[in-house]
């Protein structure tokens, strides 16, 4: 018991409002579920999906969402809104589009290679393509260029503290406050990745190895904070659940693996050899690999022996992804774009920090605005984020030497005063020597003076005696007859 | 002045010591007189007796100093110096040797390192006498009579190489100031009476010789120009590098290379004709014993295990049975002695060769493979080529000692495979479960290991022991199976133990001497050997690995480093109302915001205190009663 009265009261208060409150919460989550799921049963032997099959049962604006755009211009990626899609060709040609209205907002060629493409803040994109980062408009404008990463191969973008993640081909990542445009931090990560993904919980980046292993990052450490070795061959594809509890990797020795994050330990596995992954909100894991893909509903639960639905694509599978809070799944293949139907894949409910989509104009205007006063600060990411507002268990130790490092290097920063200098002009021998100066240079005055009146006198005297010898000269030159008019 | 001179301190010390003395030897005839008999007292009844003896007394007060002496324990420290004192006296005698020999040296201008084998020759001149009766003495005195003659004629040679040295120290001195100088046009002046000398040699050589000139210095040209930095992407080295040369010289290459071709298939035309050296019978029989072989090969290889693939099987089968029907008939031909029929067998054999590598090849092209090297020295990217075309041969040969070791795998006895059935389904079993529980690494690759290293220990191995070169090749290819696997789990345990080595502290340095006495006679204490070392370092870093998170978890790694930035969302104290951390947590269990609750308990939780609405009037703050009372 704690030593005060009032605390102890407090505590009690405390209690009582924590219970009554989990209560009430769940009382409106029995209500808010929905009481009868629409469910579609399909026979285990031939569990494949046809439109046509499903066309009845469907109302239209379902059937209307289904899409399968031929293109032209090389394997596609792609990154998915509950409005838009991004499509990023290797060749260099990029395109966005609203898929529940059929309307194109932009499409452009850029005459360069093209890795990866990523929806951010504000309905712009960014594209990574050969010489650097592109941002670009909703219109297709270029607005910035971000040379900072160069050779960026794949982008992940954290939607609450506003940074862009890049990794380069020597597994260099670097993170980008977008707001600002500067860089936080890059460091180097491991010689060979080969996919990126973040935890949407945590917002940790994990970084899958050509080695097998899987490894998780923030910005502010540069080591790894946990490396997990999954698989024997080298790490396809990765997804992180919603909850931010489970994992789910891919090897190339053709295996599926799902993680449980809490216990670091693997809960089922399935040999099925996959290139790309995607995991619904609600759980259903799509796997692809060449042209075919294979779902399964309830796969973090365990139940990966028997797949949901399948469903076969026109070519090669380039990117998979689940569109949120919809029933739809889109992938990006080698010449086309096609979107399909996965029935209880989307989850409902938003979450409240969440843009949702049905917003007017002014509207959106107001949450970006609210969205980036809550923006947060980059160092809060850790795996102990839950952490927050607790005390430090850290030894008293350590936390004394971390203090007095911070003590020193702020002492370090302060700007010194400097002093007041005179700059020497008012020191004693200056003084002195200033003095002498004055008095040599009167005295010079004076002699010059002096100099100069002797100098005048004897200058005098030689012109006198010169004109004196001119007139004896002429004078001897005279005649005799004119020296004595001269005279007279 | 007050101080005093050097003799006067001297006469002062020796007084004071002398009245030491006195002082000490009356104190020490005190101490004595309480005995009853003793030598002190029979000196003193003499001395009241009248006699002099102070010779006496000083005899024996030296006698009893050095007894004292004795008898008394030492110091440590008296100890030591005795012990230095009989140190420095051994060290002296074995120095004294050299004193002669230093005193030389340090007087002469120049030290002579000549003399010294001398030294050495007498000393086994010395001994020569006893050892001339082996062949070992006869034989090293001739040796050391050469020796000596080699060093006489280098004495003498001393002399001239002085002179030389000299001339040349003077001609570097030349050539330095020659060099400095940077003048273009004494180059260009230089450059020319350089260039006409060489036009000069060149005219006396013959032919041949110029042309060897001219291609060394083509290729010493085409060295230079790859080396420079930015050339590489040029025009001139990306084409010797593709064709080795110029596209123009290359079309010469092929076209001498062609004429070539014809003169000599010629020449073994005419030869074959007119020295009548071909012998047809051994070439009958040469061909008859290399169909008979190609025929064995094309009946190994149809018992060869088929692919799952049809159409490549078919493909097969139909290449053989040509080449069988082929081969047949040839020797049919040979063995019935037409001449029309060897000539038929030489283009049908060229063109089988093209196909299948069983053969040697022709005498033709033998010369052809050897004329392209001799040629095209400078090859560059062709020479390549070849080269990884040999890389794939070797490696053809890796894949069928593996394909043979699993042929011997699968050609064991029944016996063993029933009683291994029953112990597989229970190891699947356990497999599994460990599979599920998480990457068991140490224990799959134990299994790998005993499986493999049971079947190789098997006594049919010694059959093989024939060729050792096929065991060899077999092993390493068992070695791979395993090893291939493994690289991914062994680099991410080296990881792992790299990760925990940085949290030890660090070591200090063990520098010879420091932290020990120093003297003669004390006992050196012995370095830790490596292994020690390693095995102090595996018991810290397993005390370490007990202490983590991830101590029972074989394939992950949890890095244990603080997060400095991070801590300034923490608290770093607890504050003194709480006893403990759970307390000071209970009160941020529950958000206050109404995105994680309703509206009614948001309402609750975020109520004040104090509720005044707008617009009620507060009064002024009035004294109560009971104190009002009082006043």
Redesign the interface.
């Known amino acids: 018991?704690?030593?005060?009265k009032i605390?102890s009261a407090?505590?009690k208060q405390?209690?009582f409002?924590?219970k009554?409150?989990q209560l009430?919460?769940q009382k409106?989550a029995q209500l808010l579920e929905p009481q009868f799921q629409q469910s579609v049963e399909i026979d285990d032997e031939r569990p494949l999906l046809k439109i046509s099959n499903f066309k009845d049962y469907l109302p239209e604006e379902n059937v209307q969402n289904i899409i399968n755009l031929k293109l032209k211009q090389g394997p596609y990626k792609l990154s998915v809104t509950p409005q838009t899609t991004y499509l990023a060709g290797e060749s260099g040609h990029i395109a966005a589009f609203n898929w529940r209205h059929k309307q194109l907002e932009c499409e452009f060629d850029v005459k360069e290679k093209c890795y990866d493409i990523v929806s951010i803040a504000q309905r712009n994109f960014a594209v990574a393509q050969k010489s650097c980062i592109f941002i670009y408009d909703p219109k297709g404008v270029e607005v910035h260029k971000i040379r900072e990463c160069k050779q960026a191969t794949k982008l992940e973008y954290l939607p609450y503290h506003f940074l862009l993640a890049a990794l380069n081909q020597n597994g260099q990542l670097t993170y980008q406050d977008i707001t600002q445009g500067k860089i936080i931090s890059t460091y180097r990560t491991t010689p060979s990745p080969l996919c990126l993904k973040q935890n949407h919980n945590n917002a940790i980046l994990g970084i899958g190895d050509q080695?097998?292993?899987v490894r998780m990052y923030?910005p502010?450490?540069g080591?790894?904070?946990?490396?997990?070795?999954?698989h024997?061959g080298g790490l396809m594809s990765m997804t992180f659940s919603r909850d931010g509890n489970h994992l789910i990797t891919s090897g190339s020795e053709g295996t599926i693996k799902v993680w449980d994050l809490r216990t670091?330990?693997?809960q089922?596995?399935i040999g099925v050899n996959a290139t790309n992954l995607a995991l619904s909100d609600k759980g259903v894991l799509a796997a692809g690999r060449g042209t075919d893909i294979v779902m399964w509903k309830n796969c973090l639960i365990g139940d990966l022996k028997t797949p949901y639905l399948r469903y076969k694509a026109s070519s090669m599978i380039c990117d998979i992804d689940f569109i949120k809070h919809e029933d739809y799944l889109s992938m990006s293949t080698f010449d086309s774009y096609e979107q399909t139907v996965v029935p209880e894949s989307g989850e409902p409910f938003f979450d409240?920090?969440e843009q949702p989509d049905l917003q007017n104009k002014k509207q959106r205007l107001e949450t970006n605005v609210k969205q980036l006063i809550e923006k947060l600060p980059p160092?809060?990411i850790?795996l102990?984020s839950y952490?927050?507002?607790?005390?430090?268990?850290?030894s008293k130790i350590?936390?004394e030497k971390?203090?007095k490092k911070q003590i020193e290097e702020q002492a370090n920063k302060k700007i010194k005063k400097q002093k007041k200098k005179m700059r020497g002009r008012n020191k004693i021998g200056k003084r002195e020597k200033l003095k002498e100066l004055e008095r040599d240079q009167k005295q010079q005055v004076k002699w010059q003076e002096m100099l100069s009146d002797a100098l005048r006198v004897k200058r005098a005297e030689k012109e006198k005696k010169k004109i004196e010898t001119k007139l004896l000269d002429r004078l001897e030159q005279m005649s005799s007859k004119e020296f004595i008019r001269v005279v007279s | 002045m007050g101080k005093l001179n050097k003799e006067q301190r001297l006469e002062k010390q020796l007084a004071k010591k002398i009245e030491k003395q006195d002082v000490y030897q009356q104190i020490k005839l005190q101490e004595t007189q309480e005995d009853d008999f003793n030598v002190a007292n029979l000196i003193q009844t003499l001395e009241d007796q009248g006699q002099q003896i102070d010779s006496v007394k000083t005899q024996y007060l030296r006698v009893q100093e050095k007894a004292r002496i004795v008898q008394e324990p030492e110091t440590q420290a008296e100890r030591d110096q005795q012990e230095r004192k009989v140190a420095a006296t051994v060290m002296k005698q074995d120095i004294k040797k050299w004193l002669p020999i230093v005193k030389k040296n340090r007087e002469s201008e120049r030290i002579d390192f000549t003399k010294q084998r001398n030294v050495q020759i007498s000393k086994i001149s010395d001994t020569s006498n006893a050892l001339l009766n082996n062949h070992l003495g006869v034989k090293l005195q001739n040796a050391m009579e050469e020796v000596e003659k080699v060093e006489q004629k280098q004495e003498l040679n001393g002399q001239s190489n002085q002179q030389k040295s000299n001339l040349q120290f003077y001609n570097d001195l030349k050539m330095k100031k020659i060099s400095s100088i940077k003048s273009k046009i004494y180059k260009q002046i230089k450059k020319k009476k350089g260039n006409k000398e060489k036009l000069k040699l060149m005219a006396q050589l013959t032919p041949a010789e110029r042309r060897q000139e001219i291609e060394k210095l083509r290729l010493s040209r085409a060295k230079e120009r790859i080396t420079l930095r930015h050339s590489t992407k040029n025009k001139f080295v990306s084409q010797l590098l593709r064709f080795g040369g110029d596209k123009k010289s290359l079309k010469q290459q092929q076209s001498f290379l062609n004429n070539i071709k014809h003169q000599l298939l010629a020449k073994a035309q005419l030869n074959e004709l007119e020295d009548g050296e071909f012998d047809e019978e051994n070439f009958r029989e040469q061909a008859i014993s290399q169909l008979e072989q190609e025929l064995q090969d094309i009946e190994k290889r149809e018992k060869e295990k088929q692919n799952n693939f049809g159409f490549l099987d078919k493909q097969k089968k139909q290449d053989l049975q040509q080449s069988k029907s082929i081969a047949q008939k040839l020797l049919t031909m040979l063995k019935s002695g037409n001449d029309d029929a060897i000539q038929l067998d030489e283009s049908d054999n060229q063109e089988q060769n093209s196909d299948d590598n069983y053969e040697p090849n022709v005498n033709g092209d033998k010369d052809k493979s050897n004329i392209n090297i001799e040629n095209n020295e400078f090859n560059g990217r062709a020479n390549f080529v070849n080269e990884t075309k040999q890389l794939t041969e070797t490696q053809k040969k890796r894949i069928d000692a593996k394909t043979s070791l699993s042929n011997y795998l699968n050609q064991e006895p029944e016996k063993l495979q029933q009683q291994n059935k029953q112990e597989k389904q229970l190891t699947i079993q356990d497999e599994k479960k460990q599979?599920?529980?998480?990457?068991n690494i140490k224990n799959i690759k134990q299994k790998y290991e005993k499986q493999v290293n049971q079947k190789l220990t098997n006594q049919d191995l010694k059959k093989l022991q024939s060729d050792p070169d096929e065991l060899l090749q077999q092993n390493l290819a068992n070695f791979n199976l395993v090893l291939d696997?493994d690289e991914?789990?062994n680099?991410?345990i080296d990881?792992k133990i790299k990760d925990m080595e940085e949290e030890l502290p660090p070591e200090p340095a063990n520098t010879k001497g420091w932290g020990s006495w120093a003297g003669f006679g004390i006992k050196e204490k012995k370095p830790l050997t490596q292994e020690q070392i390693l095995q102090n370092k595996i018991k810290k870093i397993r005390e370490i690995q007990k202490k983590r998170q991830?101590a029972k978890?074989d394939?992950?790694?949890?890095?244990e480093?603080?997060?400095?930035?991070?801590?300034?969302?923490?608290?770093?104290?607890?504050p003194s109302?709480?006893?403990n951390?759970e307390?000071?947590?209970?009160?941020?269990?529950?958000p206050l915001g109404p995105?994680?609750?309703?509206l009614?308990?948001h309402s609750?939780?975020t109520q004040p205190q104090i509720i005044t609405k707008a617009g009620v009037v507060i009064n002024p703050v009035k004294i109560p009663q009971q104190i009002n009372k009082l006043i």
């Open positions: 018991m704690a030593k005060d605390l407090k505590l405390q209690e409002k924590t009554s409150t009430k919460t409106i080695m097998g292993v923030a502010n450490t080591t790894s904070l946990t490396s997990m070795l999954c024997k670091q330990k693997l089922s596995q409240t920090y160092e809060s850790s102990q952490r927050i507002g607790t005390i430090d268990r850290t350590i936390i971390e203090q | 599979l599920i529980e998480g990457l696997e991914n789990e680099a991410f990881e991830d978890l394939n992950v790694i949890i890095s480093k603080r997060d400095v930035k991070f801590s300034k969302y923490l608290v770093p104290k607890l109302e709480f006893t951390s307390q000071f947590d209970q009160l941020h269990t529950l995105e994680w609750n309703s009614t308990s609750a939780l």
